[in-house]
DNA sequence: CATAGCCGCCTTTTT
DNA sequence: GGCGGCTATG
């Protein structure tokens, strides 16, 4: 009999929560309690009877696993269910069921940086150059690849045009280059997880055994990898319950598949639907804005947005002259809300690029509000903290010649260069790895005895911490620290210094709740970890982060500022594309559902990108917000009313704003009138000016706000 | 082999 | 406007 905790609960979130055995879809628009709908059924799942063991809920990211956690224990689940990220539930396989399948338990996770250097490497090594086959857009190539379980070999089979022949060759050698560093990318935990259970079918029944019930949040936004894994796990119980919602879809980018959550009923054809439109969250203005700006989409499905909240404040818009002026309008206006009373953590601004966060910073230091800026990767991109993890990674796999390199003269030991490529050559012609190599490098003939010398005491050192490395991590991270050099060679860098004592710190805590930690396991945990996932809720700051980090959270008060042409939508994103301007509506979308009563939304007329300073177009979204922010645009203030969409007038004057499919937003410089064969002159954002036919060109015009830039 | 200084590159979003 | 990588110099 289900207690009265669940008194609370609508009749469509019980349903979902009661719901046994087979299959379930829950459909659950912002703000409908989706997450307290999972936690529940977690609780009711094991209330009637089913043991937390076999549970298994995968969430979006670390911190809402964290968080499911928390709350699960409050309802009284008492902990035991699994509860974490596909990339966490992935490296756990992938270490208890791996051997059969060759993998070294010990491998490294490689984040992005390191996967650029493999990259670099793969593509001299097929001797092609980088211009031509740019690391960043093969890693692209490749990840969407590996997302669809092609691995490099079959990929090979198949390609025939020149462009798939090479980059079979270049997948082919970055591959070879991870295997022989005992390493993996983020795609390759999925790949390799989805492949170990569709071959091995005593590990596929075992897991599904182990996870009789599987609930996967925000569904929407795997990929098929993803799906793949999911699928064969509950192959035999079809025991899963997945929710989401397709217009919170922003993940695409990444290899996000929203025809999973759009198939669902097809691949598990007797699945149970339940919806969730009813939105607890924020006040109805807020909801008919979001609502009018998503029925710009055409490739959805409708769905109803029901407010239980009264209408609430207008939406206050405003123009700005340029991003300091934003920001400080901002700042003010964070600084009236926290006066007023308002907590610093019900308030939140959002950016559509990290770049963006800068100004903003300054704004907030100045004005003297308490703020936290959440950022995808930050601190495990500094460097001081990049090289820590190198020592600790080489010290467990030694076969991780990314991280030995990176240490191997870093701090400044005499191993240069020259000494690398000899030792390098070595390996090669024994074919053993480099660090075998340097162990051996008294056999190395051209080496001096100096270097020699200098290469075994490095040597001595990494088998040292080696013997030491069993058990807790954190102090062997001080000895690490103190006894690489490091911390030496950061004397003077207060920060830096700060950063790695506060790895350690995190470290010792991860020593206290685990049962038996281990070194191996510390890193391949905070590998999958982000800044994002030590955003602290319970500080009285106010958050600064970017649309996409704002997914799944809720705010009183919040601001999105930049909603500019080229930003949000932003200049990378192929306005041509449906699918892609589609996506950046829903990011918008996502945005402005994550406030409760009140929402800014702002926009600057010139800013500063790359240091130079542009002239910026509102975008396009403004418009069909219904936001008349031509009203705005003289005073720089926010201001709440709602107006009919502004007007688009006028012929190709000089000054007059234009967009061009692929050069951008421009000012048109001159028009030359030859009736059917004008021509207009025009500046593009970019920096270069272009005669263009107008018959040709297909320029569009666009609202001018601005004043003259003279 | 180390260091400083310069050039040229890129720059969306993140597990 | 920031960083990595390259080069020239000590």
Redesign the pocket.
Known sequence: MPNSRYDKLTASQKEAVFHREGPLLVIAGPGSGKTRVITYRIAALIESGVSPHNICAIT???KAAEEMRQRAISLGASGGAHIS????LCVRILRRYGADAGINPNFSIY???DQS?CM?QAIKDCELDT?NF?P?RMLDAISALKNRLIDAETFEKEAEDFFSRMLAKIYIHYQGILTERNAMD??DLLMKTATLLQNNSDVCRQLGERFRFLLVDEYQDTNHAQYRIARTIVSGHNNICVTGDPDQS??R??GADIRNILAFEKDWPDATVVRLEENFRSSANILKAADKLISFNRNRKEKKLIPVKPAGKDIAAAGFEDELEESEAVAREVKELIDEGTSPRDIAVFY????MS?VLEEAFIKNKIPYQIV???EFYGR?EVRDMLAYLKVVVNPDDKTALLRII?NP????????IDKISEYADSQKISFYEALKKASHIVSLSEA?KAKQAVFISMIEQFKKDAGGKVAPLMERVFAESGLAESLKGEQNAIENVSEMISAAAQYDQQTEEPSLSDYLQQIS?F????SYDTNNERTAL??L??AKGLEFENVFIVGVEEGLLP?E??DTNDADDLEEERR?FFVGITRAKSSLHISYARYR?I??QLMRTVPSQFLYELGIDFAEHSRQNNYSYDETDDAEITAPFAAGQLVRHKSFGTGVVKEFVDMGENSVVVVRFNTGQTKTLMVKYAGLSKMQDNAKGMH
Do not use: Q
């Open positions: 979006f990211t670390n990220t596909f990339h966490s984040d992005d940086s250097g670099k211009t740019s960043a983020f795609d922003i993940y980018w990444r559509r690029v990290n770049a800068r950022r995808g990767v460097k003269n400044a030991r005499g191993i240069g260069k020259t000494t270097t999958l982000s800044d994002v996932d982060m970017t996409h980090c932003h990378k994103t990011l500063t790359r240091g």
